[in-house]
């Protein structure tokens, strides 16, 4: 199953990409938000692993995507991002690419 997955997304040309949030141990909740996700609150939901990093893989085609963390209810840059860009509302997103 896994096997067959992969070869699907090779096939498509989408790669997987994880993201990863360090945070405070006192934080709930961290959702993963972006172009990929339509930017809706809470379309991804971080796991939370060891020493308070939370993480999310998604499979993605190439190319530029924006995105930011959204933990307990507060949004996050990436400071790991490719790159920081301007948005509309005069704050920044962070951006992957994805090659």
């Given at each position: 199953m896994v096997k067959e997955k992969l070869m699907k997304m090779v096939s498509l040309g989408k790669k997987r990409v994880t993201f990863k949030f360090s945070a405070p141990s006192s934080i709930h909740e961290v959702k993963l938000a972006g172009s990929f996700s339509n930017w809706e609150k809470g379309a991804i939901m971080m796991s939370k692993g060891k020493n308070a990093e939370w993480k999310a893989q998604l499979s993605l085609a190439p190319?530029?995507?924006e995105y930011?963390?959204?933990a307990d209810?507060?949004?996050y840059n990436d400071?790991?991002?490719d790159r920081q860009v301007q948005?509309?509302?005069g704050s920044e997103n962070s951006l992957r690419?994805?090659?």
């Open positions: 190319g530029e995507y930011k963390f959204l209810g507060n949004w400071p790991q991002a948005n509309i509302w690419i994805v090659r």
